[in-house]
């Protein structure tokens, strides 16, 4: 049973397009956090958000963390083809355990 | 590279017998953590030690044990295995063992029963 769930599944766009990955769970998490996974290797930490209503930005990455700490988004601007991967969220409870969403699969082709 | 050092790479192995998977943490982390990536199951937490002491369970099989040394590497014992144990095995660590830290994922063990 995933408690976070996480929209589309599957994401496939053209270079150059917008695109937004959603994150959405029952539970109220201590922070959430967003890796991407690249084919081989480990998920790698792309951000934390901490504070509801929290917004980050990273490069053309965007980061939005719900005002109930629930629910959160991850918006990318003209995305690019090194862009592809699998987003995964991950919600944190403060005796350190993380939970992580089933990932979105994002392809970004020229 | 995350730091993170994990082997053995890749094995397989047939139903029945037992793996072991071994993990460096990174330099001066205390905390190690054992995850579990299949296709049809995603990203599943199976266990947490923090200084040698376990800290947290998640869904681990009672057909597997880990341990973290007191040199702070960390095995993951896998026994009786089955074809649905098939899958990429990660181990991450971080500094402490607070929610919010930053962890950090070696490349995994693929594990393939046959």
């Known amino acids: 049973t995933q408690l976070l769930e996480q929209s589309p599944q599957f994401l496939s766009i053209q270079e150059g397009e917008n695109l937004t990955v959603y994150c959405n769970s029952s539970s109220v998490f201590s922070s959430l956090q967003w890796y991407r996974q690249e084919p081989g290797e480990g998920p790698v930490l792309l951000v934390t958000?901490?504070?509801?209503?929290e917004v980050k930005k990273l490069k053309r990455l965007t980061f939005q963390f719900g005002d109930a700490r629930k629910d959160s988004s991850l918006h990318i601007t003209a995305a690019q083809p090194g862009d592809t991967g699998l987003y995964l969220c991950a919600g944190a409870h403060s005796w350190g355990k993380l939970q992580f969403g089933a990932g979105t699969q994002v392809v970004v082709t020229p | 590279d995350s730091g993170v050092t994990q082997t053995p790479k890749h094995l397989i192995t047939a139903t029945g017998q037992r793996v072991t998977l071994r993990c460096s943490p990174r330099s001066g982390d205390l905390s190690v953590y054992w995850y579990q990536q299949s296709l049809d199951q995603g990203l599943q937490f199976l266990i947490q030690?923090?200084?040698?002491?376990?800290?947290a369970k998640g869904n681990i099989l009672e057909r597997f044990s880990a341990q973290q040394f007191p040199d702070l590497h960390s095995e993951l014992n896998l026994s009786s295995l089955e074809l649905g144990d098939s899958a990429l095995y990660f181990c991450?660590?971080?500094?402490?063992?607070?929610?919010?830290?930053?962890?950090?994922f070696g490349e995994g063990s693929w594990l393939t029963v046959v």
């Open positions: 030690y923090y200084n040698g002491e376990e800290r």
């Open positions: 991450a660590s971080s500094v402490e063992g607070q929610g919010g830290n930053t962890i950090y």
């Open positions: 958000v901490v504070t509801g209503g």
